[in-house]
């Protein structure tokens, strides 16, 4: 019990008595001296007047003691917790003379901290600047990029590496490439790479992908290793399409190439009236037609590798049209975009350059400086119209266009290699007012239809070269630092709280501290089909409804993706026992084990101050000025973010009362009082 209950217990307690022995004695000073009213009045007033005093005296010791006391209490925590934090407490009560103090000490100490924080500015600008170079180019950069420590801990991963990974649960810094990679021979060269930098190349199959890894130790102190990966499925199968037919064909031509020859000697060297000289020149008639044949197939495989269309690529119908204005915008044509946008799959440079070399022809030839370009949907294609006021162009004029090439270097493509890569063919058609003609150029449709994402991301993290100072994977995690730590915090919204009884998982959110740092970017946050109808008390407190998770996945199918983000991380929880439950119940019918150690926020800050009353989400985050964000108060990203930020607010003060490692966190934490849940 929090020992200012005790105190207010043993006031009560103390106040009740007086003030029935008082009573008793009144009542027993009246019956034997029989006052008249107003000595009555007097005597009652004397007895009473000791509780009443008593009664005072606590409210007096509460205002000017032990309610200045726990506002102290509660601002060291503050303190603490954060340096910075702002609306203190002012000392009151009998406290007051130690504002001044307070204020100087508490003035003093962040004054100290911005000095400190000045001078780490000052000396770090440089490197920032640096850094800010770096990230930028390898934001731009397409080729994924990942650099692992000597332990293969993922230090950095730039946006092509998460475009790459997207849908893996365990993508993240400080994950170990084996959760994203699980290929042993991968693992095994990188422990083999040499050490002067040199580069070695694997070929991988992942998730029926191939894979082109190069890897390289980079020159650091700590070892640390660079992976390049290119997907080169489309190549792959490409090279398999022509490689087997070129197998079957080149010994063919060998061996009639050899017959011929050996035919054609044998025909030179016999008499003109020799018998066997008209079977040579039927045998060699044979072979000559025999290798026309297989001439002709090994053109047409040729041709196939010139039309591959591996280089093809999803193209945003806006991208090529602004392309186009910028190319022509100090030329005589005009070009205008008309129409709806749309994604169509093209070699875009290839595309571009024919283009740049089809409207001057165009324009010479129906004599218009002005022309619209528009998209229009298809069956399984996109149309490019390039729309001009006039009459259409013949077709015998356009088949004469084919042959254009697309730069005066020698083997230069040609228009009709562009429109054989894109498996595509052109023709002139009048336009539906008949004062108008267009220009058609079919090309492959894609997949994808919504506009592409222009907002403006924030600036992502995707290093962070201190995780390589942590210690091994393999060490004793009980005898880590708290602010080393690699912790997963997470939290659970359920139908109801009867958990033994039927009730079940309808969200489950998480993010990722690495290094005493808080990953924003890195979060899981996956809504849950129960299976069941969600109660409407339910829905009260975090808002999902049945509709809000009909689409949703089973938690069967969750359980495992909420494991692989988990990794090897310890988990943490405010009220753990309740969120525990929630998901091991299920888990253990799913083959999904969290055996890793459990953090309670709840229990840690009723460990640390037993003396103060409320250890709620809503009451500690109000006490350490933690600010839930409009709308994410019980949802389940909203709390576990906050409980994210409560821990790292806990840290500082464990490490002041000596509890440094998760271990002595755990004794701690096993000391505080719990509650059964469920």
């Given at each position: 019990m929090?020992?200012?209950?005790?105190?207010l217990?043993i006031?009560?307690?103390?106040?009740?008595?007086?003030?029935?022995?008082?009573?008793?004695?009144?009542?027993?000073?009246?019956?034997?001296?029989?006052?008249n009213?107003?000595?009555?009045?007097?005597l009652?007033?004397a007895v009473?007047?000791?509780?009443?005093?008593?009664?005072?005296?606590?409210?007096?010791?509460?205002?000017?003691?032990?309610?200045?006391?726990?506002?102290?209490?509660?601002?060291?925590?503050?303190?603490?917790?954060?340096?910075?934090?702002k609306?203190?407490?002012?000392?009151?009560?009998?406290?007051?003379?130690?504002?001044?103090?307070?204020?100087?000490?508490?003035?003093?100490?962040?004054?100290?901290?911005?000095?400190?924080?000045?001078?780490?500015?000052?000396?770090?600008?440089?490197?920032?600047?640096?850094?800010?170079?770096l990230?930028?180019?390898?934001?731009?950069?397409?080729?994924?990029?990942?650099?692992?420590?000597?332990?293969?801990?993922?230090?950095?991963?730039?946006?092509?590496?998460?475009?790459?990974?997207?849908?893996?649960?365990?993508?993240?810094l400080?994950?170990?490439?084996?959760?994203?990679?699980?290929l042993?021979?991968?693992t095994?060269?990188?422990?083999?790479?040499?050490?002067?930098?040199?580069?070695?190349?694997?070929?991988?199959?992942?998730?029926?992908?191939?894979?082109?890894?190069?890897?390289?130790?980079?020159?650091?102190?700590?070892?640390?290793?660079?992976?390049?990966?290119?997907?080169?499925?489309?190549?792959?199968?490409?090279?398999?399409?022509?490689?087997?037919?070129?197998?079957?064909?080149?010994?063919?031509?060998?061996?009639?190439?050899?017959?011929?020859?050996?035919?054609?000697?044998?025909l030179?060297?016999?008499?003109?009236?020799?018998?066997?000289?008209?079977?040579?020149?039927?045998?060699?008639?044979?072979?000559?037609?025999?290798?026309?044949?297989?001439i002709?197939?090994?053109?047409?495989?040729?041709?196939?590798?010139?039309?591959?269309?591996?280089?093809?690529?999803?193209?945003?119908?806006?991208?090529?049209?602004?392309?186009?204005?910028?190319?022509?915008?100090?030329?005589a044509?005009?070009?205008?975009?008309?129409?709806?946008?749309a994604?169509?799959?093209?070699d875009?440079?290839?595309?571009?350059?024919?283009?740049?070399?089809?409207?001057?022809?165009?324009?010479?030839?129906?004599?218009?400086?002005?022309?619209?370009?528009?998209?229009?949907?298809?069956?399984?294609?996109?149309?490019?119209?390039?729309?001009?006021?006039?009459?259409?162009?013949?077709?015998?004029?356009?088949?004469?266009?084919?042959?254009?090439?697309?730069?005066?270097?020698p083997l230069?493509?040609?228009?009709?290699?562009?429109?054989?890569?894109?498996?595509?063919?052109?023709?002139?058609?009048?336009?539906?007012?008949?004062?108008?003609?267009?220009?058609?150029?079919?090309?492959?449709a894609?997949?994808?239809?919504a506009?592409?994402?222009?907002?403006?991301?924030?600036?992502?993290?995707?290093?962070?070269?201190?995780?390589?100072?942590?210690?091994?994977?393999?060490?004793?995690?009980?005898?880590?630092?708290?602010?080393?730590?690699?912790?997963?915090?997470?939290?659970?919204?359920?139908?109801?709280?009867?958990?033994?009884?039927?009730?079940?998982?309808?969200?489950?959110?998480?993010?990722?501290i690495?290094?005493?740092?808080?990953?924003?970017?890195?979060?899981?946050?996956?809504?849950?089909?129960?299976?069941?109808?969600?109660?409407?008390?339910?829905?009260?407190?975090?808002?999902?409804?049945?509709?809000?998770?009909?689409?949703?996945?089973p938690?069967?199918?969750?359980?495992?993706?909420?494991?692989?983000?988990?990794?090897?991380a310890?988990?943490?929880?405010?009220?753990?026992?309740?969120?525990?439950?929630?998901?091991?119940?299920?888990?253990?019918?799913?083959?999904?084990?969290?055996?890793?150690?459990?953090?309670?926020?709840?229990?840690?800050?009723?460990?640390?101050?037993?003396?103060?009353?409320?250890?709620?989400?809503?009451?500690?985050?109000?006490r350490?000025?933690?600010?839930?964000?409009?709308?994410?108060?019980?949802?389940?990203?909203?709390?576990?973010?906050?409980?994210?930020?409560?821990?790292?607010?806990?840290?500082?003060?464990?490490?002041?009362?000596?509890?440094h490692?998760?271990?002595?966190?755990?004794?701690?934490?096993?000391?505080?009082?719990?509650v059964?849940?469920?």
């Amino acid at each position: 019990m929090p020992k200012r209950q005790f105190l207010l217990g043993i006031w009560m307690l103390a106040t009740g008595l007086i003030t029935f022995a008082a009573i008793l004695f009144g009542a027993l000073l009246d019956s034997q001296l029989t006052p008249n009213p107003s000595s009555r009045i007097m005597l009652w007033a004397a007895v009473l007047l000791a509780p009443t005093t008593m009664l005072l005296i606590g409210f007096w010791l509460e205002y000017k003691l032990f309610s200045p006391l726990r506002h102290l209490q509660i601002q060291f925590a503050r303190l603490a917790a954060n340096p910075d934090a702002k609306d203190d407490f002012k000392p009151e009560g009998w406290l007051s003379g130690l504002s001044n103090d307070f204020s100087r000490l508490r003035e003093g100490w962040r004054s100290d901290r911005e000095l400190l924080s000045s001078a780490r500015e000052e000396g770090a600008r440089d490197a920032a600047r640096i850094r800010h170079e770096l990230e930028a180019v390898l934001a731009v950069l397409d080729t994924p990029l990942l650099l692992c420590d000597k332990h293969q801990r993922v230090l950095m991963l730039n946006p092509a590496a998460k475009a790459f990974f997207s849908d893996h649960p365990a993508l993240g810094l400080g994950r170990h490439l084996q959760q994203l990679l699980p290929l042993p021979n991968l693992t095994e060269a990188l422990k083999k790479l040499p050490t002067d930098g040199s580069p070695r190349q694997l070929l991988l199959h992942h998730e029926e992908r191939w894979l082109r890894c190069d890897l390289r130790r980079v020159r650091a102190n700590q070892g640390e290793a660079l992976l390049t990966l290119t997907d080169t499925t489309d190549t792959h199968e490409s090279h398999q399409r022509w490689r087997q037919p070129l197998a079957q064909l080149l010994p063919e031509l060998r061996g009639h190439t050899a017959s011929l020859t050996t035919t054609a000697e044998a025909l030179s060297g016999s008499a003109p009236d020799s018998d066997i000289r008209p079977k040579l020149e039927t045998a060699m008639h044979e072979e000559t037609r025999i290798l026309g044949d297989l001439i002709d197939q090994l053109s047409r495989v040729l041709e196939s590798l010139q039309l591959d269309q591996t280089c093809l690529s999803d193209t945003w119908s806006v991208d090529l049209t602004s392309a186009m204005t910028d190319l022509w915008e100090d030329k005589a044509i005009n070009i205008t975009p008309i129409g709806i946008p749309a994604w169509f799959s093209a070699d875009s440079p290839t595309l571009l350059a024919m283009l740049e070399v089809l409207l001057p022809t165009l324009s010479d030839s129906v004599a218009i400086k002005a022309f619209d370009i528009e998209f229009c949907l298809g069956n399984k294609r996109i149309y490019l119209d390039l729309v001009w006021e006039g009459q259409p162009v013949a077709q015998h004029t356009l088949e004469s266009w084919r042959s254009l090439p697309l730069s005066e270097q020698p083997l230069a493509p040609r228009i009709s290699d562009v429109l054989s890569q894109h498996n595509s063919d052109w023709w002139c058609l009048p336009d539906h007012d008949r004062e108008h003609a267009r220009l058609r150029i079919p090309l492959p449709a894609t997949d994808r239809y919504a506009e592409p994402d222009r907002k403006t991301q924030p600036r992502p993290e995707f290093h962070d070269f201190s995780i390589a100072e942590l210690p091994p994977p393999d060490s004793e995690l009980g005898s880590c630092l708290l602010k080393q730590l690699e912790m997963a915090v997470f939290d659970t919204e359920t139908t109801g709280l009867k958990l033994r009884d039927g009730d079940t998982v309808v969200s489950i959110g998480a993010c990722r501290i690495i290094n005493g740092r808080l990953r924003a970017n890195e979060h899981f946050d996956q809504r849950v089909n129960p299976g069941m109808p969600i109660p409407a008390e339910s829905t009260r407190i975090h808002g999902l409804n049945d509709d809000d998770v009909r689409d949703a996945p089973p938690l069967a199918v969750v359980l495992p993706r909420f494991r692989n983000y988990v990794g090897q991380a310890v988990l943490v929880a405010h009220n753990a026992a309740f969120d525990i439950l929630a998901i091991n119940l299920p888990g253990q019918e799913a083959g999904v084990h969290f055996d890793m150690p459990v953090l309670d926020t709840l229990l840690l800050s009723r460990a640390i101050d037993p003396d103060l009353e409320e250890h709620g989400l809503d009451a500690l985050s109000e006490r350490f000025q933690i600010t839930f964000p409009a709308g994410t108060r019980h949802t389940a990203l909203g709390d576990a973010r906050v409980t994210a930020e409560l821990i790292l607010n806990l840290i500082p003060r464990l490490e002041a009362r000596g509890i440094h490692t998760l271990q002595q966190a755990l004794e701690l934490q096993a000391t505080a009082e719990s509650v059964r849940v469920g």
